[in-house]
């Protein structure tokens, strides 16, 4: 497969007055601070593991750190307001002060947690409910000049509903058509795109849209992938999430030849050496 490295090196976000240059794929590192995450490892127990986790990160090459204090898992409870800013507000305020130039992605769907979280030093709104979670999402990220990531999510859930269409990447390209417009509206131009592997879909659907992921492209903003760990990898391969490392490192190889732009991965190190592997082969 014929790598186009015009796509990498056409495509940037603004983040804080300077410009991130998707020249080559990039790796985001999960840190979960929920407690009822679908990966049983996944889940931090205290601020020194945090930071020795996110320098681990670092050192093996990623260079965006995502904080989630709300599991996505069919069926998790769902924190109330004041929950999820307690667990994600105080370790973003200690990963800026020990890693100031690591890029912060805060996952949460609540304009209030998007707020507190930028001010506190996150660089990035990863908002998976598709801009549907808070009706003050955009007006946040305008206020901020925020940069997002817009996942391909359906109105009614954040984790259950499933995606009824005849063709999934048609009905995914029109969904970011009319949100990249609407964000535009307000002024955010700051856009990556999450095609929503897991979210509404089912197994198949996951699948057919991988198979269809480069007409995404047309869409001409960078494209992050998170399949890490899903159940579309281990329920396939019949394995826990805790043994899908292989089939998942399968997964971004293949995405990587297909020009994504960002790997959202719980395994970071195992990342790193797809991207070396890809690299030794196409340059």
């Not at 929920?34 to 093996?60: A, C, G, P, R």
């Not at 965006?64 to 004041?82: E, Q, Y």
């Not at 808070?134 to 901020?144: A, G, I, R, S, V």
């Not at 390209?173 to 417009?181: D, T």
């Amino acid at each position: 497969m014929y790598i186009d490295q015009k796509v990498y090196k056409a495509q940037s976000i603004n983040i804080k007055g300077k410009l991130f240059h998707f020249d080559t794929p990039k790796i985001m590192g999960i840190i979960n601070l929920s407690h009822d995450s679908f990966y049983e490892n996944d889940s931090e127990t205290s601020v020194k593991d945090i930071l020795v986790k996110i320098q681990f990160f670092i050192e093996n090459g990623a260079e965006i750190i995502d904080i989630g204090g709300v599991s996505t898992k069919p069926g998790s409870r769902l924190p109330n307001i004041k929950e999820e800013t307690n667990r994600v507000i105080p370790i973003i305020k200690k990963i800026r002060a020990k890693f100031p130039n690591i890029i912060i992605s805060v996952d949460t769907v609540r304009s209030s947690v998007a707020s507190e979280a930028i001010l506190s030093g996150a660089d990035i709104i990863n908002d998976v409910s598709g801009g549907y979670g808070d009706k003050k999402m955009f007006e946040t990220l305008k206020k901020y000049r925020c940069p997002y990531i817009l996942t391909h999510n359906i109105k009614k859930s954040i984790n259950n509903d499933k995606l009824e269409s005849e063709s999934v990447i048609k009905e995914v390209i029109r969904f970011f058509s009319k949100k990249i417009k609407e964000l535009k509206s307000y002024g955010v131009y700051d856009i990556i795109i999450d095609p929503g592997f897991g979210f509404s879909k089912s197994l198949e659907q996951n699948y057919e849209l991988i198979n269809y992921f480069e007409m995404l492209h047309v869409l001409n903003t960078p494209i992050l992938v998170g399949i890490s760990r899903k159940s579309m990898i281990y329920d396939t391969i019949k394995a826990k999430p805790n043994d899908s490392i292989i089939g998942t490192s399968i997964m971004h190889s293949f995405l990587i030849s297909r020009n994504a732009s960002v790997f959202r991965v719980h395994d970071v190190k195992e990342m790193k050496e797809v991207k070396m592997l890809w690299k030794a082969s196409y340059y």
